[in-house]
């Protein structure tokens, strides 16, 4: 046998061998049943889904099915996973009218010590003079700011009204007690601000 010889029945063999792979190959990728997806896994009745996830249609209800059931019967209907946001628990402030989805913010310290305050995401904290003011300009929204008096002293927020359009008014004064004190104001972009 030549050299040629050997080296060519040598290829053949491993290109024949590499067919059969691939044949094989083929064949078992298109015998392979196809899968259904599970519409009702198991997981939706185990703890603590269970409580958690609504179950599709037609699946067997689970314990936060018999409890939708159980509300709307009862005429006091919950969605599931409906948490209310900081913002939404407490009272409005105030009302302001935001200008291309943005709004300026005139901050008056009105305490004798001065106020770090910090517009969260737009600024770094900053320091507010005592009886000093600053005009915010173009905040976009929704926005936060946050107050710390350096004397450690409560601090209560003021809205003041302000004929200008997209212009907030806030006055920092000194609070009384822990109930009367705000660190944090949220302006939404609806609008609304919120103090807490």
Do not use: W
């Given at each position: 046998?030549?050299?040629?010889t ?13 067919l ?41 209800p ?9 509300e ?19 009272p ?14 005139l ?46 002293g ?5 809205p ?37």
């Amino acid at each position: 046998m030549n050299f040629t010889t050997h080296l060519t029945a040598k290829s053949f063999g491993i290109v024949l061998g590499s067919l059969t792979g691939i044949v094989a190959f083929s064949s078992t990728s298109t015998a392979a049943p196809t899968s259904q997806v599970n519409p009702c896994p198991g997981i939706y009745y185990q703890e603590p889904y269970n409580r958690l996830v609504v179950v599709p249609q037609g699946c067997p209800p689970n314990a936060m099915m018999t409890q939708l059931v159980n509300e709307q019967s009862t005429g006091n209907p919950m969605m599931p996973n409906q948490q209310s946001l900081p913002e939404e628990q407490q009272p409005v402030l105030a009302t302001i009218m935001p200008q291309m989805g943005k709004v300026s913010v005139l901050l008056k310290n009105a305490t004798n010590t001065p106020i770090t305050y910090q517009v969260v995401g737009s600024t770094q904290q900053r320091t507010l003079a005592a009886r000093a003011e600053i005009m915010l300009q173009a905040l976009p929204v929704p926005t936060t700011l946050t107050f710390l008096r350096s004397d450690g002293g409560l601090v209560r927020v003021m809205p003041i009204a302000n004929s200008e359009l997209g212009v907030l008014d806030l006055t920092l004064n000194g609070a009384m007690g822990l109930s009367d004190s705000q660190t944090t104001v949220r302006i939404q972009s609806s609008g609304k601000v919120n103090a807490y």
